[in-house]
């Protein structure tokens, strides 16, 4: 099948390979030229495990390709997944849905053929089916276009895995022939498996905010126990533990520390609240609001203990930050924690040195005044405080012995729960985490 992937960010690049590998030819389109011309060469731009592989090879096999544009892309596809950004408006909680609305209007201007538009940006519900009919609107007498939603549950640093082998599919159809197309572009997952829902535009619509709402609630909830926790010198991470043990609850995502962040789980919340009150049932969501400041009061805690722990003041004073993307094994620094933490601290004016194995390019951009190193030896550097913010395994592999010779005093916190007291303690550390005691 041709199929086009209309935005090449950190889903759309990952859907393009992933499609190619299905043994689809594929067309990847993008509004920013230099973005096409990396990938056009089988490179990311990007880092994500995996993907560099998947790319050089479905580009010089022939079947991925390139192209700014939209025209081409309306001329080569049976299929068009649409994949930009939906970032939060400027000035309010809402998803900006301008940039799908300007794929689907020009498309639809460009379309000469029956082709099916396939929505996999995360969108307010009702945006839809309100695009079908602009889309209908558009396109010449006679071409009948078809427009679905399939939305996406790819984590970074692990999307490739999890576009070749997803948990689930989910199609929100409004008629049969695009169930048929979606089923048979999906058919080498589908014939392993794969769970397949197939729904209305809403239902389909409301899954993927649906879902990113109760991974954040799950956060926050380990989070505000943590909150308890610190009050009353229990650990939040042994809480998990046992509760996470019974079977209704689950262990994963339940790792208390600075809380979530990146270009997802934040600004779908918000834009849930928003769209909830736009359709009258704003109190229904009211807990998401909680869940977020739960979040907030977690970066907030992380600055309240380095102040405690520098006497009271961290002006003056270095710093290094262990980890500046949202997540390990991602290069993304959006509505990162790591950096929250970092510009903050800075701001208060201490000597912040950063480090991270992949996203030191990103976080230079994103904030300029702070310091970078290229090792985590350069970081420490006569510190009197290091911080631990993003849980990559490197972090984790770390000689409190080794480490303690570099830095001007041995005061660390573990802002992700993942680096061993015992270890760090016996080494003759003061070590703090969030939601657990101090050692005496
Ligand atoms: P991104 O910012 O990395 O990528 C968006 C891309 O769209 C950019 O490359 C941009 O240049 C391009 N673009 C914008 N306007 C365009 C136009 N008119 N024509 C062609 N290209 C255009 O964003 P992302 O993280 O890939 O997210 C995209 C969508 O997928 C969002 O709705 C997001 O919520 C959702 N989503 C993201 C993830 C994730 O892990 N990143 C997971 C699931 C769902």
Not at 130 to 141: K, P, Q, V, Y
Not at 362 to 380: C, E, F, M
Request: proline share 4%; aromatic share 6%; with cysteine.
């Amino acid at each position: 099948m041709n199929v086009t992937v209309i935005g090449t960010g950190y889903l759309g690049a990952v859907h393009a390979a992933g499609m190619a590998a299905l043994g689809h030819n594929v067309l990847g389109v993008d509004a920013d030229p230099a973005k096409i011309a990396v990938l056009a060469r089988g490179e990311a731009p990007f880092f994500e495990p995996g993907l560099p592989e998947l790319l050089r090879q479905t580009v010089s096999s022939g079947s991925l390709s390139f192209t700014t544009s939209l025209q081409e892309a309306a001329e080569f596809g049976d299929v068009h997944f649409v994949c930009v950004g939906t970032p939060q408006l400027e000035g309010s909680h809402s998803a900006d849905v301008s940039f799908v609305d300007a794929v689907v209007t020009e498309l639809a201007s460009y379309v000469t053929r029956s082709c099916l538009i396939v929505g996999k940006s995360t969108v307010p519900v009702g945006t839809a089916r309100r695009l079908a009919a602009l889309a209908r609107s558009i396109t010449a007498a006679g071409v009948p276009v078809m427009l679905a939603w399939n939305p996406e549950f790819l984590r970074e640093g692990f999307a490739v895995e999890d576009t070749l082998n997803p948990d689930r599919l989910v199609f929100g159809v409004s008629d049969d022939r695009s169930e048929q197309i979606l089923r048979s572009v999906y058919a080498p997952i589908l014939d392993k498996g794969t769970a397949v829902f197939c729904t209305d535009l809403e239902t389909a619509e409301l899954v993927k905010v649906a879902a990113n709402s109760f991974l954040a609630t799950k956060i926050s909830f380990i989070n505000a126990m943590a909150e308890v926790c610190e009050v009353v010198g229990a650990d939040v991470v042994t809480l998990a533990d046992a509760i996470g043990q019974d079977a209704r609850i689950g262990r994963q995502f339940l790792n208390a520390g600075v809380g979530f962040g990146g270009g997802c789980l934040g600004k779908d919340i918000r834009a849930f609240r928003a769209r909830g009150e736009e359709l009258g049932v704003g109190e229904a969501l009211e807990f998401l609001g909680s869940v977020e400041s739960v979040n907030t009061r977690r970066r907030q805690r992380v600055l309240d203990l380095a102040a405690n722990i520098l006497d009271g003041d961290v002006a003056g004073r270095r710093i290094a930050i262990l980890g500046a993307s949202f997540k390990p094994n991602s290069d993304d620094v959006r509505d990162s924690p790591a950096l929250h933490v970092a510009r903050a601290l800075h701001s208060r004016g201490a000597v912040v040195t950063v480090h991270d194995p992949a996203a030191i390019a990103n976080a230079r951009r994103a904030a300029p005044q702070l310091g970078y190193a290229g090792s985590i030896t350069d970081a420490v550097q006569n510190a009197d405080l290091v911080v631990h913010l993003t849980e990559w395994e490197e972090y984790q592999e770390l000689d409190p012995g080794t480490l303690h010779s570099l830095v001007a005093a041995k005061n660390i916190i573990d802002a992700r729960n993942a680096l061993e007291p015992d270890d760090w303690n016996a080494a003759g550390w003061n070590f703090h985490a969030l939601g657990r005691p101090i050692a005496p």
